[in-house]
Nanobody, 124 residues
Framework: VQLVESGGGLVQAGGSLRLSCAAS????????IGWFRQAPGKEREGVSC????????YYGASVKGRFTISRDNAKNMVYLQMNSLKPEETAVYYC??????????????????WGQGTQVTVSS
């Protein structure tokens, strides 16, 4: 599975961005899909994910209520709508998949495939 993220960029604090993750070589069927982020000097952090078993969604505590994950099976795409962005959320955002995974926010070590990442910069 090849994953390609897009949609990152520079936004002011309080603004919004929508990230996209496109899959090729396979569909997302059966995979849990997660969004993770890594800021310089910090560990990778799980942001949000969709279960590969029942489409349940999960969010990190810091983004709950502001971020929304969704998938479009027909287009083989997953999206992360990010609202009310904060400067401390500046990071490279990655999508990753785990076969038959559920809540993978804290299991980035088990990710089967990663995208190359997209930079999100939130200015104050």
């Amino acid at each position: 599975v090849q994953l390609v993220e897009s949609g990152g960029g520079l936004v002011q604090a309080g603004g919004s961005l929508r990230l996209s993750c496109a899959a090729s070589g396979s569909t997302f069927d059966g995979y849990a899909i997660g969004w993770f982020r890594q800021a310089p000097g910090k560990e990778r952090e799980g942001v949000s994910c969709i279960s590969g078993r029942d489409d349940s969604t999960y969010y990190g505590a810091s983004v709950k209520g502001r971020f929304t994950i969704s998938r479009d099976n027909a287009k083989n795409m997953v999206y992360l709508q990010m609202n009310s962005l904060k400067p401390e959320e500046t990071a490279v955002y990655y999508c990753g998949v785990v076969w038959r995974g559920t809540d993978i926010l804290y299991y980035s070590d088990y990710v089967d495939y990663w995208g190359q990442g997209t930079q999100v910069t939130v200015s104050s």
